[in-house]
């Protein structure tokens, strides 16, 4: 089944066309230019524009990230390709407030948006119809139970303009890895022993990053969502990471900050690279 558009949550649930970045190259000029990569760097199908490569890092397996500071512009917040998806790499990515995101046939990209969009859960606006929709508790929330299908499902959504996806296989392993090491997390709706709605992401210290979310039931994973800052909120989990601003998640409490004080608030709320302790499968409630 095809999801509904206002289920389409976190703002990475988008498909990325880089191109558009060639009608601003008036722009891109003033940018810092950083050195073009090795003709065997990455293959393209041409929809990444020649004028960015010489604008962004290229990272070789063992470079480190630029700083943040010099992400473009426009494409608002490219900062890096190159690399790899190794949980290591990932893991110093998202502490950084960096996150991969690329569509097939684009070599691997690196976001640090300005402004960042957040979701500070103690700011979480619950509707009265969807708070009536949860006391009637038509879905049963589960947590880790079913990973592996809700990064398949969400890479499989259909949405409004969309014509690809960012989920790319490799990405599908890479979380699966992070999921195998406790550090991606997934948040499942069931109803009648079928998954119909989740949502995925990422724990450290004490930020929650999310990726992407899919519903095959109305109001599948805004339950969902309203379930995991529950079980955040028990945690002193402070924020959710939204990476981009959307009218659906400003409608439930996020809001964008500036890139340097989204950095500084990781900073004080992840102090070791380490998975957070009391994650688990099982149904919401059971887990605490």
């Known amino acids: 089944m095809v999801p509904e558009g206002p289920e389409q949550g976190f703002a990475s649930d988008r498909f990325i066309d880089i191109a558009c970045a060639e009608r601003s190259h008036a722009k891109l000029h003033r940018c810092r230019a950083h050195p073009a990569p090795p003709a065997c ?15 962004i890092a290229w990272l070789d397996e063992d470079a480190p990230f630029p700083p943040i500071e010099t992400a473009l512009n426009e494409p608002n917040g490219l900062l890096a390709a190159g690399g790899d ?3 290591a790499r ?10 991969p995101w690329y569509s097939e046939g684009q070599p691997l990209l690196w976001w640090s948006p300005d402004p960042r969009m957040v979701l500070y ?4 606006r619950l509707s009265r119809s969807l708070a009536k929709r949860m006391r009637r508790r038509e879905f049963d929330i589960r ?3 079913a990973f592996g299908d809700v990064i398949e499902a969400c890479a499989d959504a259909r949405r409004e303009g969309q014509q690809g996806t960012w989920i790319t296989r490799e990405m599908i392993d890479a979380y699966r890895r992070l999921h195998e090491r406790g550090y991606a997390h997934s948040v499942e709706a069931w109803r009648d022993g079928e998954m119909v709605g989740g949502l995925y992401g990422l724990a450290l210290g004490r930020a929650f990053f999310g990726e992407s979310m899919f519903a095959r039931a109305s109001d599948a994973s805004k339950v969902c969502l309203a379930s995991l800052v ?5 945690r002193d989990v402070v924020m959710i990471d939204c990476q981009q601003e959307t009218a659906h998640l400003a409608s439930m409490g996020a809001r964008p900050i500036p890139r340097r004080e989204f950095a500084r608030s990781l900073g004080e709320l992840i102090n070791s690279n380490a998975a957070p302790p009391g994650w688990g499968p099982g149904r919401l409630q059971e887990c605490g």
Do not use: C, E, K, W
């Open 121 to 124: 859960v103690d700011d979480f």
């Open 143 to 145: 947590i880790d139970t």
């Open 85 to 87: 998806l190794s949980p």
């Open 41 to 55: 760097a990455h293959r393209s199908n041409g929809r990444f524009p020649l004028s960015l490569r010489s604008l």
């Open 90 to 99: 990932l893991i110093d990515a998202y502490r950084r407030g960096i996150y």
């Open 230 to 234: 529950a079980f955040l909120q028990r």
